[in-house]
């Protein structure tokens, strides 16, 4: 998670900690977390990825300091295609809003590749807010 929005310290330690939710049982959450100001208002199209990328990269940015703490879920697959949908549930985009505590869950399936990244964006797209809050 990349920490781009200053804002509010307080609603970033709340973010962070919604970070530290396990998936299941016996697999802890393990999640990178930068917290730099050089990476302050940096949006996820000029965002610097290493080499070799990570699936998806999480940014805490300025809507990610407000309310439920959503952060912006970024695929960094160039070869990934937004399908927008009317139909509740059947789009998927290359971005979505992902709640903290459903992180561990992304990660973890997509990890043993039991999903991709496009189910879990098109929970979102089924949701009233766009967000992801977890399958269980």
């Given at each position: 998670?990349?920490?781009?929005?200053?804002?509010?310290?307080?609603?970033?330690?709340?973010?962070?900690?919604?970070?530290q939710?396990?998936?299941?049982d016996?697999?802890?959450a393990s999640?990178?977390?930068v917290?730099?100001?050089?990476?302050?208002?940096?949006?996820?199209?000029?965002?610097?990825?290493?080499?070799?990328?990570?699936?998806?990269?999480?940014?805490?940015d300025?809507l990610?300091?407000?309310?439920?703490?959503?952060?912006?879920?970024v695929?960094?697959?160039?070869?990934?295609?937004?399908?927008?949908?009317?139909?509740?549930g059947?789009?998927?985009?290359?971005?979505?809003?992902?709640?903290?505590?459903?992180?561990?869950e992304?990660v973890?399936?997509l990890?043993?590749?039991n999903?991709d990244?496009?189910?879990?964006s098109s929970?979102a797209?089924?949701?009233?807010?766009?967000?992801h809050?977890?399958?269980?």
């Open positions: 998670m990349i920490r781009t929005d200053y804002s509010n310290d307080a609603a970033w330690q709340l973010a962070a900690a919604g970070l939710q396990p998936w299941t016996d697999m802890e999640c990178h977390v917290d730099d100001p050089g990476w302050a208002s940096a949006d996820a199209d000029v965002a610097v990825l290493p080499e070799d990328p990570p699936e998806v990269v999480f940014l805490a300025a990610t300091m407000r309310d439920e703490y959503p952060l912006l879920a695929s960094t697959d160039p070869n990934l295609v937004d399908q927008d949908d009317p139909v509740p059947l789009g998927a985009t290359r971005r979505f809003r992902i709640l903290p505590a459903a992180v561990a992304m973890g399936n990890a043993i590749a999903m990244f496009e189910d879990f929970s797209h089924g949701d009233a807010q766009k967000i809050r977890g399958f269980s």
